[in-house]
């Protein structure tokens, strides 16, 4: 009877732990972030809420190097748990901000469409071409970005990809060093 | 209350309201030339008279409308005020003129949004279209060459998806040609070939179905309708995304016909498409599984109606990385030689193993290697498509017997990879891989062994949709030969001998 008990315990620590929630950073990294971050009031005054420790989601739009810096324009996007963790597209338009990554990253991670959770400190708003548009974009400075190589598509239609087959979907997590 | 007290509160609030309308309507009146005291913003008539403002009559007077380059070029003097209002006219009207525009695109802009094209409910792509060139070293009968052009492959797909409930549809169709797929005869030991049967143009259909959105990605959908088993890795990647050009041994090896061995003939050691239904998952974000059950017996079978037998099956794929892993493949049911699409599985209990992994090196980008390991057991009285058998050998003189053992089989492969990114060969792609095939592991003298060279050039490299590549491969094929006692002869046998194949491919979705 202990032993069938111990083991229905066994199952359900597994069950809760299997369905528990999607870390991509690292625990120390994650101290003092705001993941509810109200983006809309940010993108709206930038420079009102400044140095501020952040978690945001979207998809890259365009990347540059700056001064040993990269930095990454993404649309925002809600960050979900389901069907996949990760920032997705509801269809409504939201707007642009800008990351700036003090550090290398291959440029394979950087193409337009990628899907990108970062968590950084807010700065000042800053001036970017954005499509040959001279823009001021609400920025923050990363500590580290997660980015999911989905080239435009959702998290969720891998690796089921839309050819049939089977397509594991690359991520990794990059942090400033 | 009595009505006299009641017509007199309604007379009393009517007025009341009365009251604060008409302050509101002189309020609205009244509240604008308070304001905005000055002349009323000009408009395209010029018959307004207005102060013209000139450089030597004492302090300079603010033109109307704001600060804009008229406005200063008024300001200073530089132009008049009929040349201001000239230019004003000109750029409100060009300002109509762009809403109107404007509006239109709008309006469009609304329309084409509604398109099921836009919204992804609705996809189509080129999933493979390639031209292949072969060359085999075995004899082939008078009239045929050794050489040959073919369409290997044209599918067109259909996708899309219609809600987070269902996330996916799906249909693959292919054009190259339409098979004939032949069955087993049920009775009448006299036929000893199957009845040709058209196949239809669809290799796989599907649907997806998400109940719960609150379980994915745990229970993350139902998969159901025909598609790429999921086992292994090389039965579940598309055509258009191989890395070499010939299927591997684990999907069909041998010609000809069987024999009570289990050594000769053609062997469907595993089909690549059946009817199924599964349910898929990932579980700590480093566990995937599929479990369900299918037909076993071949997507042709939706021509031929035979769906008798039925079958398990289940995979479970621990991942060490975002794109290495290792896989466990089992199924498990029973399979008939009556009917049947497949060939050599007998009749009775039927089982797979499979193990395979996935290493993409993170050190060595552009590196990759890969393996499968599969066993299984078939039933009693395996035998190929087309030769008369119902659950028994029906005519001896042909199968060789009845009560033949269902053999237990085996096959596995290792191939590797190493895309050039840069330098004078970038965008090559040389592959290698071996693999090896035991018809029948109690019997000797029937392995099947294959090493495959390739050099894959990629003209547009963005899978899992865009795909343009031209590739060379070399194989260098033996074959023991069909069992222990029985005379074989490797002439004609392509299996026995090499081959070269060249195949230019496009996918486009």
């Not at chain 2, 304001?35 to 207005?50: C, D, F, H």
């Not at chain 2, 016909?257 to 050594?263: E, L």
Request: charged content about 20%; hydrophobic content about 35%.
């Amino acid at each position: 009877m202990t032993r069938h008990c111990g083991s229905v315990i066994l199952v359900i620590g597994l069950a809760l732990a299997a369905c528990g929630p999607t870390q991509i950073f690292p625990g120390a990294m994650m101290d003092g972030v705001e993941t509810n971050f109200d983006f809309t009031a940010w993108r709206t005054v930038p420079n009102a809420q400044t140095d501020r420790k952040v978690q945001l989601g979207g998809r890259i739009v365009q990347s540059n190097r700056e001064q040993g810096a990269h930095v990454i324009i993404v649309t925002q996007l809600p960050i979900v748990e389901q069907p996949a963790y990760g920032p997705k597209d509801i269809g409504r338009r939201s707007g642009e901000f800008a990351v700036v990554y003090p550090g290398a990253l291959d440029p394979k991670w950087l193409a337009p469409g990628h899907r990108l959770v970062v968590i950084g400190t807010t700065g000042q708003a800053k001036a970017v071409m954005v499509d040959d548009v001279q823009r001021s974009l609400p920025s923050l400075t990363a500590r580290c970005v997660h980015i999911w190589r989905t080239a435009g598509r959702e998290i969720s239609d891998f690796p089921h990809n839309a050819g049939g087959g089977y397509e594991p979907l690359e991520e990794e997590t990059h942090c400033a060093s | 209350m009595s009505p006299h007290l009641r017509q007199a509160m309604t007379a009393s609030l009517a007025g009341i309201c009365l009251w604060s309308l008409g302050v509101a309507a002189w309020a609205s009146e009244s509240g604008p030339l308070s304001k905005t005291p000055g002349p009323a913003p000009v408009a395209a008539q010029g018959e307004i008279a207005a102060p013209v403002p000139s450089g030597s009559q004492g302090p300079t007077v603010l033109p109307p409308g704001g600060t804009s380059v008229e406005d200063l070029l008024l300001q200073k003097g530089t132009i008049t005020m009929d040349e201001w209002i000239q230019i004003r006219a000109e750029q409100e009207y060009s300002g109509a003129e762009s809403a109107r525009r404007i509006d239109a695109i709008e309006d469009w802009k609304t329309r084409t949004e509604l398109l099921p094209m836009l919204r992804d409910k609705v996809n189509f792509g080129l999933n493979a279209l390639q031209f292949l060139y072969s060359h085999q070293d075995a004899h082939v009968p008078e009239g045929k060459s050794q050489d040959n052009f073919s369409i290997r492959r044209s599918e067109l797909l259909f996708w899309g998806r219609i809600s987070d409930t269902l996330p996916r549809w799906h249909a693959l169709m292919e054009f190259q040609s339409i098979n004939f797929g032949r069955e087993t005869p049920t009775g009448g030991s006299g036929a000893a070939t199957g009845q040709p049967i058209a196949a239809t143009f669809f290799r796989e259909s599907y649907i997806d179905f998400r109940p719960f959105q609150s379980w994915a990605p745990y229970m993350n959908f139902i998969r159901m309708g025909i598609f790429r088993m999921p086992f292994g890795i090389f039965t579940e990647t598309s055509g258009g995304l191989r890395d070499i050009i010939s299927s591997p041994y684990l999907t069909s090896v041998g010609s000809g016909n069987g024999n009570r061995t289990g050594s000769a003939g053609s062997i469907d050691f595993l089909q690549e498409r059946d009817f199924f239904v599964d349910v898929r998952g990932k579980l700590f974000n480093r566990l995937e599984y599929v479990a369900g059950i299918m037909n076993n017996n071949n997507f042709h079978a939706n021509a031929t109606g035979a769906n008798a037998p039925k079958s398990f099956y289940t995979r479970v794929r621990l991942f060490g990385s975002d794109v290495s892993w290792i896989s466990f493949t089992t199924i498990q049911g029973e399979s008939n030689n009556a009917n049947t699409n497949i060939n050599g599985r007998g009749k009775g209990a039927f089982d797979r193993y499979g193990l395979d992994f996935r290493y993409t090196s993170k050190i060595i980008p552009g590196f990759m290697v890969q393996g499968e390991w599969w066993q299984g057991h078939d039933g009693s009285n395996q035998t190929t498509v087309g030769r008369p058998a119902n659950g028994a050998c029906l005519d001896q003189s042909i199968c060789g017997g009845s009560g033949a053992p269902g053999a237990q089989r085996r096959t596995w492969y290792v191939l590797a990879k190493y895309l050039i990114s840069d330098g004078l060969f970038q965008n090559w792609e040389p592959t290698v891989m071996y693999e090896q095939f035991d018809p029948s592991t109690s019997m000797s003298n029937d392995l099947y062994t294959r090493t495959i060279l390739g050099l894959t050039y990629y003209f547009e490299n963005f899978p899992p949709k865009v795909q343009s590549k031209i590739q060379f491969n070399y194989e260098f094929r033996h074959h023991q030969g069909n069992g222990p006692g029985v005379a074989y002869d490797t002439t004609f046998d392509a299996f026995a001998q090499n081959a070269f194949l060249v195949q230019f491919q496009i996918r486009f979705m």
